[in-house]
C-alpha cells in the first residue's frame, strides 16, 4: 500500500491464553507440536478442541444460550474442519482481570483479541509466530483484509497476528441535530474543515442562547479526531493517549505534534468558541458523554470518528433526535489504524493449525461470524432481507437470550456479517472502499517498541493529562498555557521520544 489511490485492502477487548499460558518464550512452527494428538485434554472424541474467546459490551449470555450457539457452530466446523469450538465471551469491563486469572491458572484459550497491545504481546512473547502456517490454513482471512494489512501485526519479518476486517478508514465526523439546522437554515454543505463551522455555531448560539453549540464528553480529546487534517501517524501510540512524538504528511522526521503551528491554530480555534460560548463549559472534565448531552437538550452537536455512514443512525437512536452529519477530515490511516484489533493465537497453543483453520472460518463463512455476532436466527434475531437483521419482536439486545451485536466490527469480518435493519445499502461497500483507498502514512506497517523509554512514556502522560483537555476544549488560554504544557513535555522527556521513534523507524525504513 502505498499512497492515496493504490487499491489494497468506535471497541476491542479481550485476550486468552491455553493451558499452561504465562511468560514462556513464543512458539514456532519447529518448536511447537502440531495435530490433536498432541493433547488428550483438548480433544473431544475424533475433535479437536479450540477455545475462542471475545469481547462483548453485550449482557453475557447463561451457559445454555451459549451453548446452544456453540453447537451450531460445531455442526458446521465438526465437518469443514474438524473442531469443535467452545465461546468464552467476556464483559469488556471485567476483561483485564478475566485475562490475568486465565494466565494464572492455565485454563484453556487458544485465540483471542490483542485490544490495542500487540506491540506488548509479541515483546512478552504470548503470541505465536504464524507466519510460516498462516497461509497455508488462513489463508481466505489473509485475502479478506490484504497482505498489506498484515504489515501491522508483523515484527522484524515475522507475522504474529490478523486484523479484523472492518471499517478502519475512521473520519472525523460533525454530529448535529438536524430539526435545529433545517429550522435556521443551516448550510453544512459549505463545510469543509472545522473552521467553517463558525458561522453556523453563532447562529445557532444566537437562536438557542440556553444550548451550547459542541459538546465535549466524559473529559474525552473528541475534537483529536480532527488532527487528521494534519495527516498526524502517531507512530503505534493510540489517539486517545496522544503522546505527541508524530510524523505529519509526507514526512519521516519525528516532530513534537503539540509544537507545531497546525495544533497552535486549532486551540486558538477552540477557544475562541469557548469564550463565545460555543462550546460546553466542562466540556474537558464532565463525566456525561456527548450524546446524553445532546439527548439532554443542553447541547447542538458533537464530534466523533466514523467508518461508513450508519453512524448517524445510531446518533439519531442515542441522542433521541434526528440527527445529520458532515465529515470534518477524510480517513488516514497509519499502523495502529489497522492493528488495533487484531487476531492472535496464544503461544501456548498446542492446535495453532486447527486455531488458525477455525479463525480463518470467522472471516471467509457468513454462517459461523453471524451465529458468534448475533446467535440462533428466529430465536435470537430474524433476517428482513438477505442483508439485514432485527430482533424479533417485542425483545430487544437486553432480552434476547443470545447476542453478541456490538462485537461486529471485531469478531473476523465486518463484511460477512448482517447489518441491522435500515442500515444504508452502501455502507459497507463505502467502509471497504475507503480501507483499501484512503491515503496511508509513508511508515504504514511500522511499530514502536516504548520499552526503551518507559520512563519518559508515563511521565509524558501525566503531563498530558494535566494540560491537553483544557487545551483543546478552550477551558485555558492557550498564549500562556501552550508555552508551559511544551516546556512541562520537554522536562518530562517527550525529545528522548522523539529520539528513539526517529531511530527505530530509520531503522526500520533502511529494511523496506
Known sequence: MKKKG????????????????????????????????????????DYTKIVYSYW??????????????EEAINEITREK????????????????????????????????????DLNTYIANNQVYDITDLVHEYAQGAVDQVSEEFLKTTSKDGRIYA?????????AAT??????????????FSTVKEIEDLTPLYEKVTEAYPEMVALAGGAGGLELVHTFKDFEVDYLTDAWTKPMGAVLMGDSMTVENLYATEEFKGRVELMRDWYEKGYVLKDAATTTASCQETVAAGKAFSFIGNQAGNYGVQEASSMCGYEMGYVRLSQPYLDTTAVNSVTWAISSQCKNP??????????????????????????????KVSDREMEFPEGLDANTVPYTAQYS?????????????AGTPEDNNDLMYRENHESKTSPAFGFTFDSTPVKTEYTAVTNVINQYLPGLVWGSIDPET?????????????????IAAKQEQLDAWAAQE
Open 174 to 187: 460533525l454530529y448535529y441535530r438536524k430539526d435545529i439546522a433545517d429550522e435556521l437554515g443551516l448550510d
Open 81 to 116: 474442519i474438524g473442531v469443535e469450538v467452545e465461546l468464552m465471551p467476556l464483559a469488556a469491563s471485567e476483561q483485564a482481570q478475566k485475562v490475568s486469572l486465565a494466565m494464572a491458572s492455565g485454563e484453556q484459550l487458544d485465540i483471542f483479541n490483542t485490544v490495542g
Open 6 to 45: 493504490l487499491l489494497t485492502l468506535a471497541m476491542a477487548a479481550f485476550l486468552a491464553f491455553t493451558a499452561g499460558c504465562g511468560q514462556t518464550a513464543a512458539k514456532t512452527p519447529e518448536t511447537a507440536g502440531s495435530g490433536p494428538a498432541q493433547s488428550a485434554a483438548e480433544t473431544t472424541g
Open 481 to 497: 498555557e501552550l508555552p508551559k504544557f511544551l516546556n512541562a513535555l520537554q522536562e518530562a522527556g517527550l525529545d528522548d521520544i
Open 56 to 69: 462483548t459490551m453485550d449482557r453475557i449470555p447463561d451457559e445454555d444460550a451459549r451453548k446452544s450457539v
Open 162 to 170: 490478523i486484523p479484523a476486517d472492518k471499517g478502519i478508514a475512521l
Open 353 to 382: 493449525e486447527k486455531a488458525l483453520e477455525f479463525l480463518n472460518l470467522t472471516y471467509t463463512d457468513a454462517d459461523i461470524v453471524n451465529l458468534i455476532v448475533f446467535g440462533i436466527e428466529g430465536r435470537d434475531y430474524v
Open 408 to 420: 461486529c466490527g471485531v469478531v473476523g469480518s465486518q463484511f460477512k456479517q448482517l447489518v441491522h
